[in-house]
Antibody, heavy 118, light 110 residues
Framework: QVQLQESGPGLVKPSETLSLTCTVS????????WSWIRQPPGKGLEWIGS???????NYNPSLKSRVTISLDTSRNQFSLKLTSVTAADTAVYFC????????????WGQGTLVTVSS | QSALTQPASVSGSPGQSITISCTGT?????????VSWYQQLPGKAPKLMIY???KRPSGVSNRFAGSKSGNTASLTISGLQAEDEAEYYC??????????FGGGTKLTVL
């Protein structure tokens, strides 16, 4: 059973960089795509980006200039960095696995709330 | 890229059937049979309910069914149960390894 767990600061100041890590257990980041998805309070889901086990990345065009997703297979982790944050980036951030077997996001972390505020 | 369009809310009585629509464009829903649906209970992570437009993952009730026509995908839940009350999101491949979600639909079981 694959499990994902997000970790990182719950409060980030405006204009600073949001950094989160997702730890994968019961599976290997050496296969499939690993993704970040966010959900502003009371709003819908937004795909942020994904990283393949090769290190190849794809990002939401609306966030591309501010997002970096990286992979550390030795630690079974992948990470998200979002620069120059504003209040609009306040959201619950989920990490998730996208599997080619189901062409969908089949395993999700529980989510972590990140608030952007001074 | 704009979010896929879903009704904000739908409702039904126990035992009835409801359908949630998900409208995209010819660049996403209309071009790929890669639509998935997720159920999200309050405070929880989304759960995969339908993939590849109409396929159910192991363990998902056959009361959930997906379909697609043109640029619109649909999720139908038959034999509504109280436990189905949740937020539902559609998701579609949008080309060049990008994904789009819908705005979400709140299902109320009356």
């Amino acid at each position: 059973q694959v499990q994902l767990q997000e970790s990182g600061p719950g409060l980030v100041k405006p204009s600073e960089t949001l950094s989160l890590t997702c730890t994968v257990s019961g599976g290997s980041p050496s296969i499939e795509f690993w993704s970040w998805i966010r959900q502003p309070p009371g709003k819908g889901l937004e795909w942020i980006g994904s990283i393949f086990h090769t290190g190849s990345t794809n990002y939401n065009p609306s966030l591309k200039s501010r997002v970096t997703i990286s992979l550390d297979t030795s630690r079974n982790q992948f990470s998200l960095k979002l620069t120059s944050v504003t209040a609009a980036d306040t959201a619950v951030y989920f990490c998730a696995r996208w599997t080619s077997e189901l062409s969908s996001f089949d395993y999700w972390g529980q989510g972590t709330l990140v608030t952007v505020s001074s | 890229q704009s979010a896929l369009t879903q009704p904000a809310s739908v409702s039904g009585s126990p035992g009835q059937s409801i359908t949630i629509s998900c409208t995209g464009t010819s660049s996403d829903v209309g071009s790929y049979n890669l639509v998935s649906w997720y159920q999200q209970l309050p405070g929880k992570a989304p759960k995969l309910m339908i993939y590849d437009v109409s396929k159910r993952p192991s363990g998902v009730s056959n009361r959930f069914a997906g379909s697609k026509s043109g640029n619109t995908a649909s999720l139908t839940i038959s034999g509504l149960q109280a436990e189905d009350e949740a937020e539902y999101y559609c998701c579609s491949y949008a080309g060049t390894s990008t994904w789009l979600f819908g705005g979400g639909t709140k299902l109320t079981v009356l």
